[in-house]
Every structure is written in structure tokens, then in C-alpha cells.
């Protein structure tokens, strides 16, 4: 691994590191906040946060403002890119396919199948490597926005026992009923729509078993996706099986980082809640 940036913030660092994936065959950055605890010597749960569409690891770590309530409630707070890039890595003209829009998914179809593999990426590969190099427990959280709000809640749904907490903003909460999702699902995985629903969060709660981690969602009303977005159709499946959900919508905000960093001190302390637990 190789440190590219560091910054001082609210007595920890902000870091930005690469290192070359296994999982995606091409180097990969991301975020890491250190809290003040974690620079004094002392072992950290983890917060991992997945970004939305076109965003790399800088949109979440500039504009959230989450290292003030990770400093406070000493966490470390891990934000990597949305998907393989560079020169050899297979992409495409729209926005919502290609480099910037992995989906958080393991895909199965030419030409994507060789890198796209960010559901390995995301729940084994980065935890295995942030563990190992950093003050970090086997304490996990993860959140997102958008397609990375999909990626949490899929993630966390996928793996059992894996985190503790999961929550996210404004997510793609039944990607396989929505344009968005079958766009890149289609590509990713194929035309099957079984294929889908094992990424579909608002289908995974049907079979989530034992496990049942409680669903933070805020969604801003004004938020020009909403078409995109469905959280009714998730908080449908929940309470068909009974699964705890608080579905926040908030009036007025739209589907940017200003929402986001509006909430986030909430969502911190709603896993930090978890992860002391």
C-alpha cells in the first residue's frame, strides 16, 4: 500500500492511499480517517462508506463532513472508489455504466467480468487489508448514498454476521425494478432477472435469516430521483417479514452531499451505537 495524501482533521488524519486489488486487477484508492484514538494507539471499529454514481474516494471524504463525528466517537472511516479504473480497465459513454458505477456487484459478463468485481473488493478484500494495516478491530459498520446506498444495504444483507450496523442515504433500494439497476445489472450479470434479485436489496430481506440489522434510511423528498430510488418498495419488503426499518423522509432535500452531510452525524452515531455493542 502506498500513502498518496494525508491531512490533519479534527485532531486525526484524513489519508488517501493506492494499492493493487486482487479482486480487480487494477490499483485501487481509497479514504482512510484516522481518529485522534486511532493515532494515539488504540484499536478502532470500522465505518465503511460506498459511494454513489461518478464519485471517486474525494466526493465523500471533501464533502460529507464525517471526520468531526468519527473523531468524536472514535472511529475509523473507510470510503474507496466506486468501481476499477484505468487505461485497461472496460468502461462506457454513459455515466451509469462502466468506471464510476460498479454497482458494489461481482459480474459474470465479457467485457466486465475480469475487474468488476467489487462485492469481493468491498466485503473481503478491503476489510482483510484495512485489518491488517491499520489500529483496526473486526468491528464493522457500512453506509452509502445512492448506488452506494444499494452496495451497503447488499452488502450487509449478503453477509451475515459480517457488520454490526448498516444504514444509507437516499439508496437504490430495489435496483432490479428500477432503470438504473436493470441497466447495469443487465450488463453485469446478464439478462436473467434471478440473477438480479441476489443484488436487490428489497428482495434479499425476504430471505435475510437470524440476522436482522436495523435499516437507517433517510431520503430527501426533493430529491429529483426518487423514480430511481423506491425506498417504499423496501420498506414494503420489510414489513411483509418483519424486518426493523426507520425510513426518514426528509422535506426539502435533494439527493446531494449538503443532504448528506446534513444527516451524518446521526448515521455516525447510529453505528457507533452498534459498533460499541
Avoid at 249 to 276: K, N, T
Wanted: with cysteine.
Amino acid at each position: 500500500m502506498e500513502r498518496i495524501e494525508q491531512h490533519a482533521s479534527f485532531g486525526g488524519r484524513q489519508e488517501v492511499w493506492q494499492h493493487a486489488s486482487r479482486s480487480t486487477h487494477c490499483d485501487m484508492r481509497l479514504g482512510v480517517y484516522l481518529p485522534p484514538q486511532a493515532l494515539a494507539g488504540e484499536r478502532c471499529a470500522v465505518l465503511y462508506w460506498l459511494s454513489g454514481l461518478t464519485c471517486t474516494e474525494q466526493n465523500f471524504i471533501t464533502k460529507a463532513g464525517a471526520q468531526q463525528h468519527a473523531a468524536r466517537h472514535g472511529l475509523i472511516v473507510v470510503a474507496p472508489d466506486t468501481s476499477p479504473r484505468g487505461p485497461g480497465v472496460p468502461d462506457d459513454a454513459a455515466y451509469d455504466l462502466g468506471q464510476g458505477a460498479g454497482f458494489y456487484v461481482n459480474a459474470t459478463q465479457p467485457p466486465w467480468a475480469n475487474h468488476f468485481q467489487m462485492q469481493d473488493y468491498v466485503a473481503e478484500e478491503l476489510p482483510a487489508l484495512i485489518e491488517q494495516h491499520f489500529p483496526a478491530t473486526d468491528a464493522r459498520g457500512i453506509f452509502g448514498h445512492s448506488m452506494g446506498g444499494h452496495g451497503a444495504l447488499v452488502t450487509a444483507l449478503r453477509h451475515p454476521g459480517r457488520y454490526r450496523s448498516v444504514s444509507a442515504f437516499a439508496p437504490i433500494a430495489a435496483p432490479a425494478q428500477v432503470p438504473w439497476g436493470q441497466k447495469a445489472l443487465a450488463a453485469y450479470l446478464g439478462d436473467d432477472p434471478k440473477a438480479w434479485a441476489e443484488w436487490d436489496a428489497a428482495a434479499l430481506i425476504a430471505q435475510a435469516r437470524g440476522e436482522r440489522l436495523p435499516l437507517l434510511i433517510d431520503q430527501g423528498e426533493a430529491d429529483e430521483f426518487l423514480p430511481q430510488l423506491r425506498p417504499d418498495l423496501l420498506q414494503a419488503a420489510c414489513a411483509q417479514v418483519g424486518h426493523p426499518i426507520t425510513l426518514r423522509m426528509q422535506p426539502g432535500y435533494d439527493h446531494s452531499y449538503y443532504f448528506i452531510a446534513s444527516f451524518m452525524g446521526e448515521h455516525v452515531a447510529h453505528h457507533a451505537a452498534a459498533l460499541r455493542g
